[in-house]
């Protein structure tokens, strides 16, 4: 499971008196907790779509949600969707502070198109030798 658990958001630094308010610096319409910026947030959304359209697979809706134990899924998979995961994590905070420290933030497409590119290189990295038909079929996809 990815971890964002020490993360700054605004509740955060609203409840210590640091933000002037605590709503969410991409969307502003509710507060800026992990679970809403990373779950619920309609930018965060659009791009979790586009992840599931890419990848085939459906992606936690949830912060507890924990999809791993999918009996499906072979170790390679759980692997890059781990990397995935992280990727996304990495971005959308990015997207956040650049929206808030930049005011400026990209559309969902060119976060994906970030994440595409940090994951096609993970795989070109790791995903040497022999695995299944299933694995290999899925990886020239995500390629």
């Known amino acids: 499971m990815y971890h964002h658990r020490g993360l700054n958001t605004k509740d955060k630094l609203f409840r210590l008196n640091i933000a002037s308010d605590n709503l969410c610096c991409i969307c502003g319409n509710e507060e800026e907790t992990l679970q809403h910026l990373f779950f619920k947030c309609q930018y965060s959304k659009a791009v979790m779509a586009l992840i599931c359209n890419w990848t085939g697979y459906s992606l936690p809706e949830t912060r507890d949600q924990d999809w791993r134990g999918n009996a499906r899924l072979s170790r390679l998979k759980v692997g890059i969707i781990n990397s995935i995961l992280n990727a996304v994590t990495y971005h959308i ?45 899925w990886l020239e996809k995500l390629m």
């Open 93 to 137: 905070w990015r997207q956040r502070n650049g929206s808030r420290h930049e005011l400026q933030i990209q559309a969902p497409a060119g976060c994906l198109k970030l994440i595409q590119f940090e994951v096609r290189a993970i795989i070109q990295q790791q995903c040497k030798g022999t695995m299944s038909r299933r694995d290999r079929n």
